[in-house]
């Protein structure tokens, strides 16, 4: 069964995004995982599947899996690709995209450039999540870290110089502290308005970029006071603008949006 498929990429931070708005494929986290291996499938960091909206007010129906086939609840990168190839098929300059964290609003602020509202994070330790109550600005962890959830989970430590993200980002995405894993950034301030990050990625690893880490970042530098709320996030693969708005406690997440290419993939060849 030849399947269409597209090849999306956020700074780096890739994606293989397959539409079931008119019919299922099958894609089941075995399957998903085996199309994400980058030497026997397509290759990706995440795998992103389209399905008809079922809340009101939303365009599409999101779901996001890592490469191991876990489901994640929100994924910054791929939502801009997601908003800006409804763009590419007919869409307006706005749209609502609905996923397991909530509701979205994407604004193509130009061709490839893209504006993702990602809510409010979520900052209570049952909400994280965390294994038992603890103050998540700071984590009983070696190097003081801090917990939040654009969605999904991440912890930041905030460190003068960054390390090798392989060598500690393995064990501290299944700290006991984690019950649903984590996301780890490893996060430099540069100044005021600027900071280096480098996040491992659970079920995926080491990635160029990771949008939701990005926010996280900046919500818990924020909290820390070590930023102002709008910052730049510089990646390996390049730099979002972050801003946590006060006046609604939504975090805003701008960057760019790329088609590497359109392809087709036989289903049958991977398992069910």
Same mark, same amino acid.
């Given at each position: ?9 956020? *700074? ?20 998903? @995982?085996? *199309? ?18 079922? &809340?009101?007010? @939303? ?127 490893? @996060? ?7 900071? &280096?990050? &480098? ?26 006071? *070590? ?12 730099? *979002? ?32």
């Amino acid at each position: 069964m030849m399947i269409p498929f597209y090849k999306m990429h956020g *700074l780096g931070n890739d994606f293989v995004v397959m539409d079931e708005r008119t019919e299922r494929f099958g894609l089941t986290p075995a399957r998903i @995982a085996a *199309l994400s291996d980058r030497h026997r499938g397509i290759g990706c960091d995440q795998f992103v599947v389209l399905r008809p909206a079922c &809340r009101a007010g @939303a365009d599409v129906f999101v779901r996001f899996f890592n490469a191991d086939g876990s489901e994640s609840g929100a994924c910054g990168n791929a939502s801009r690709c997601v908003a800006d190839l409804l763009r590419q098929q007919g869409g307006g300059a706005s749209s609502v995209l609905q996923t397991q964290a909530g509701l979205l609003a994407a604004r193509i602020d130009a061709p490839g450039e893209v504006t993702v509202d990602m809510g409010p994070p979520a900052l209570g330790w049952r909400d994280v999540p965390l294994a038992c109550e603890i103050d998540t600005l700071h984590l009983p962890i070696d190097g003081d870290p801090a917990a939040a959830s654009m969605g999904n989970p991440h912890v930041t430590f905030f460190m003068t110089d960054l390390p090798d993200p392989h060598e500690a980002g393995p064990a501290l995405e299944r700290h006991p502290l984690f019950p649903e894993r984590a996301n780890v950034g490893f @996060a430099r301030i540069m100044s005021r308005g600027a900071l &280096r990050l &480098r996040v491992w990625e659970r079920g995926s690893g080491l990635t160029l970029a990771c949008g939701s880490g990005a926010c996280a970042t900046v919500v818990n530098a924020v909290r820390r006071g *070590l930023v102002d709320r709008t910052c730049r996030v510089d990646m390996d693969g390049g730099s *979002l603008t972050i801003t946590w708005r006060a006046a609604d406690d939504h975090v805003l997440m701008t960057g760019p949006a790329v088609t590497s290419f359109v392809g087709t993939v036989d289903l049958d060849g991977y398992p069910s």
